[in-house]
């Protein structure tokens, strides 16, 4: 009876004295060698390629024109595809739609570098409809041959697979969508032991954002090629690194350092921001691009060209502005020559295309870019230019090396110009010039109170929310005008308003409308036509709960246009038991005759009043009578003034003092009392720039006193340069809240004692200085959730724990992470989580007597196997014949026929099967090959 296949490749590889089945195995492995061969030669082929497309014809009509880009050995001409077969990514899917594409005239086998053909298949297609996503795809039998990080070497019959994602989303075609181009070819060399650079310069005509990841190079739809091996881990390049940026699309090998052929692929993905539901917005993926391209790393003496570093750029559309960029290049070795080219956006655009001159080639050599920006080149997302300085490879075909120079230029659109603002009533009118560009769909308008100290640097676009401003009103493309009175609410007195306006472009062609810079600002105030509190304090902290007093004070209104708002005038004082005002009660009202009247009545003295357990806010509504109209009409109300709010939050030996104010002028400083408490009188503490100050070394458990005054003043020079107002007084008590810091842990398995060893320590003992216990929390073999194992007590100098636990006879596999607890009850942040691995052990014997004797009389496994989940095992004759078979982690086979019970003659015999041991977070499955001896 033969062995069974796959026993016997293993036995082949594993069991040297078997001389006739392993001459037996080489023979057919060189006729399977033999056989393969000439199609080897015929059909090595694809280096790399991507899919593309453009939406063409009415929007409706979900036409695109595809083009698919291979990148082919020029030596492999018999394998060359006039015609490819390209699928579109819809109907079922042994019936997948999809179309012969012919290679097009003049655009196939375009030599493009060493024994490199470009081949372009380009066709039209009209899709289903809107609703989903097409992966347009082409599957090619074979790759080239020798690719290493592929099939181990043997990637020639691997077939190749590219594809590309398009959606298409709506009925009304807003969402269509060109892909991106990617400007560089994918077929690029690299220099043993010197770092490589690379990068796709994708280009998206739509303005679109795109990123870029690593993927699995694909043989299908859904199927990643046999034995990947990202480049720096293949055998031979350890130590080396790999990676890609995911923003900019910079791919960086640094220092490959085994020769040959690499493929790897990556996806540039398409985003672009959507309105959903509610208004908000966000960030849609709408299509994607897989590229796989080619890296061949190549032995030489040579060294690459290098670029001289260039800036990035900014430049505001809108004056015929010119951008210049000077690009110098050399190369260190003297006799090498240099070609120097520039690829990205500004040369795809339909008008006003960059240019790029350079001689020929040179050493070094300088090229010039230039490019005169218009309105039509503004856009959210910078153009990407890379420059490419390429040797000649001393003269070697093969070894040519590259620099590149990536440059990112952003296009803003200009501002709005000619602002201007004017105080009318309780509210202030702003007017405006268009901007030098057209292409605006609205602008936006952003204030914030007294003027600012930020001024847009040279490529900021927008105001950021770190100036001060907030975003009051969003205008129409045709508004140049707008009356700020906060939505109808009215402005506040005594305040100066500060505006900027910034144009929100979309131009033609674009789907993601981008901000321009921001204009000049302009700032006003209103006109003090209202009565304006200018204090509200307290005088007196209640003891009960009506003992309190608060003093009151304001100003009558200066700048009142009495032909417009005549007498008599009513003046209405209110009341909120709150810091916002939230609940006002009128709690007085008095009439004058005439603003002369309200000249003296400007005190309010409100007793009594509950201030020791909440602030109060007041605010005057100023009205007049009409005599036209025979109705009473409000002027207008001064914005809100609270009394200061102290806070004391408890800390660790300190308390923490907080000053809560809301008033309509800007408060500079905060000055803080403390009460001594050995003579009951108030003392100067601390002067701060704002409220916040903390109050250090007391004693835990003891009160402590505190009032607060404030320090400050309206931004109208006209009204009381210094306001002063007291707050209530509050008392409080410190106490430890300050959690200790985290533990730093270690964690070690004692395989032969089943128990792990934890040893922690802290980064500085000062931090955990009262700890007086830790809890131990582990996460059984790393999945799931993490469970309390047991509380140690101790203090900061307890620094080790053993685990061992019954359950951990079974596995000591899992992750740990402890907790450190204070005198106090606080908890430290966890500790780095630390996990251990089980260190499995299951060895089989090469021989057993199974002759009565009760001495190894059957075939168990070497004492101290552990950590095994299970096993699967069979035992053949000489014959390839089946004898015994288990699933028992001890086997205890007695050498007897399992079929029959009949004692086995004395010989060897042969063990295939496999073990599973358990690890940490998965199960490791091992085989187990051998030969047993029975001897009777």
């Keep these: 009876m033969p062995y069974p296949a796959n026993l016997y490749c293993t036995l082949c590889i594993n069991t040297h004295s078997l001389a006739s089945p392993l001459t037996h195995c080489i023979s057919h492995l060189w006729l399977i060698i033999g056989l393969l061969a000439p199609f080897t030669l015929k059909a090595t082929h694809n280096r790399a390629g991507e899919i593309t497309f453009t939406r063409v014809g009415p929007a409706l009509n979900y036409e695109y024109e595809i083009t698919c880009t291979t990148y082919t050995d020029s030596r492999s001409v018999s394998a060359h595809r006039n015609e490819i077969e390209l699928f579109f990514g819809y109907g079922p899917p042994d019936n997948e739609a999809s179309e012969t594409v012919p290679c097009m005239v003049g655009e196939c086998q375009v ?12 066709t039209r297609h009209k899709f289903p409809g809107p609703g989903t996503c097409y992966t347009i795809n082409f599957t090619d039998p074979n790759r080239v041959s020798s690719v290493i990080n592929i099939n181990d070497s043997f990637s020639v019959n691997i077939p190749f697979y590219i594809e590309t994602q398009l959606c298409i989303y709506d009925d009304l075609g807003i969402t269509s969508n060109n892909s991106p181009s990617l400007l560089e070819m994918p077929i690029s060399y690299a220099c043993q032991n010197r770092r490589y650079e ?28 046999t034995n990947y091996t990202s480049p720096e881990k293949v055998p031979g390049n350890e130590g080396s690194s790999f990676s890609l940026d995911p923003a900019t699309g910079e791919l960086v090998w640094e220092n490959p350092m085994r020769p040959g052929l690499y493929n790897i692929a990556f996806k540039v993905t398409e985003w672009r921001r959507v309105i959903g539901a509610g208004g908000t917005s966000f960030m849609r993926q709408i299509g994607y691009v897989v590229r796989d391209m080619q890296i061949i790393v190549v032995k030489c003496d040579n060294r690459p060209p290098v670029i001289s570093p260039i800036a990035e750029v900014c430049a505001i559309a809108g004056d015929n502005t010119l951008i210049t960029i000077k690009v110098e290049a ?22 006003n295309r960059a240019t790029f001159n350079a001689p020929f080639s040179g050493n070094p050599i300088n090229g010039e870019f230039k490019w005169r920006i218009d309105c039509e080149h503004i856009r959210k997302q910078p153009y990407s230019v890379v420059f490419n300085a390429t040797d000649n490879g001393n003269g070697i075909n093969g070894n040519e090396l590259t620099d590149l120079e990536q440059v990112n230029i952003t296009i803003l659109g200009p501002a709005p110009r000619n602002l201007q603002t004017e105080a009318i009533g309780n509210g202030i009118e702003l007017k405006w010039d268009p901007p030098l560009c057209g292409g605006t769909i609205n602008y936006f308008i952003y204030r914030k109170t007294n003027e600012s100290n930020w001024s847009p640097d040279s490529c900021e676009a927008g105001v950021p929310g770190t100036a001060g401003y907030k975003l009051v009103y969003i205008a129409r493309a045709d508004e140049t005008e707008y009356y700020d009175n906060r939505n109808g609410n009215g402005l506040f007195h005594g305040v100066s308003y500060c505006y900027r306006i910034t144009a929100i472009y979309k ?33 007196t902290t209640s003891v009960d709960d009506l003992s309190g007093l608060v003093e009151v004070n304001w100003m009558r209104p200066t700048e009142l246009d009495t032909l417009q708002y005549a007498p008599p005038y009513r003046f209405v004082f209110k009341e909120s038991p709150d810091l916002d005002g939230k609940s006002f009660t009128t709690i007085d009202t008095k009439n004058y005759g005439s603003l002369r009247e309200m000249k003296g009545d400007t005190v309010y003295l409100l007793s009594p009043r509950e201030t020791r357990k909440q602030p109060h806010s007041y605010q005057i509504d100023f009205y007049h009578f009409n005599q036209a109209s025979q109705e009473e009409e409000l002027i207008g ?22 000053v809560d104010v809301d008033a309509p002028w800007k408060n500079d400083s905060f000055i803080f009392f403390k009460k001594n408490r050995n003579t009951g009188n108030w003392e100067y503490l601390a002067t701060a ?3 916040v100050y903390i109050d250090n070394n007391l004693i835990n458990g003891v009160e402590y006193c505190y009032y607060a005054e404030t320090y400050g003043s309206y931004r109208d020079s006209a009204i009381s340069p210094l306001l002063v107002n007291k707050s209530q007084e509050r008392c409080a008590i410190p106490r430890d809240t300050i959690p200790p810091c985290a533990p730093e842990l270690e964690a070690s398995p004692n395989c032969d004692l089943f128990e792990n060893n934890l040893t922690w320590s802290f980064p500085d003992l000062t931090c955990a200085i009262d700890v007086v216990k830790y809890y131990i929390f582990f996460q059984d073999r790393g999945i799931g959730i993490y469970s309390l194992i047991d509380s140690v007590h101790g203090g900061p100098s307890l620094n080790s724990m053993i685990d061992n636990r019954p359950v951990l006879t079974k596995s000591l596999a899992g992750c740990y992470r402890i907790v450190a607890i204070d005198s106090f009850g606080n908890w430290s942040d966890s500790s780095n989580v630390v996990c251990v691995d ?28 552990r950590f095994v989940e299970r096993v699967e095992l069979r035992v053949y004759n000489r014959w390839g014949q089946q004898v015994f078979e288990t699933t028992d982690v001890l086997i205890n086979w007695d050498g007897t026929y399992q079929k029959n019970g009949k004692p086995l003659n004395t010989g060897v015999y042969f063990v295939v099967g496999e073990v599973e041991y358990i690890r940490l977070r998965q199960n490791e499955t091992v085989k187990v090959t051998g030969s047993i001896h029975i001897i009777r």
């Excluded at 030599?111 to 380009?122: D, E, G, K, M, P």
């Excluded at 109300?637 to 907080?658: C, G």
Aim: hydrophobic share 30%.
């Design 330 to 351: 050399i190369d260190p070795d003297p006799k090498s020559t240099i070609y120097l080219k520039a690829s990205g956006g500004p040369f795809e655009l339909n008008s």
């Design 838 to 865: 089980n260190c499995p052990r299951y060895e089989l014997p090469n021989i057993f007597s199974p002759n009565g004797d009760s001495f190894n009389e059957k075939l168990l496994p070497m004492e101290g196997f």
């Design 198 to 225: 690379h990068n796709p310069n994708a280009y998206d005509p739509d303005g679109d954002s795109v990123s870029y990841s690593l993927v699995v190079p694909k043989m299908g739809k859904n199927r990643s090629v």
């Design 689 to 691: 720039l704002t409220n």
């Design 111 to 122: 030599l493009v570098a060493s024994y490199t053909w470009r081949n372009i298949y380009r």
């Design 507 to 539: 131009p033609a062609g674009q789907f993601e409308q981008s901000e321009g810079v921001a204009s000049e600002e302009s700032c006003t105030e209103l006109n003090r036509d209202v009565p304006m509190i200018t204090k509200a304090s307290v005088t």
């Design 637 to 658: 109300s001064a914005k809100s003034a609270s009394t200061p709010w102290l806070r004391a939050v408890p800390a660790y030996q300190a308390l923490e003092l907080l």
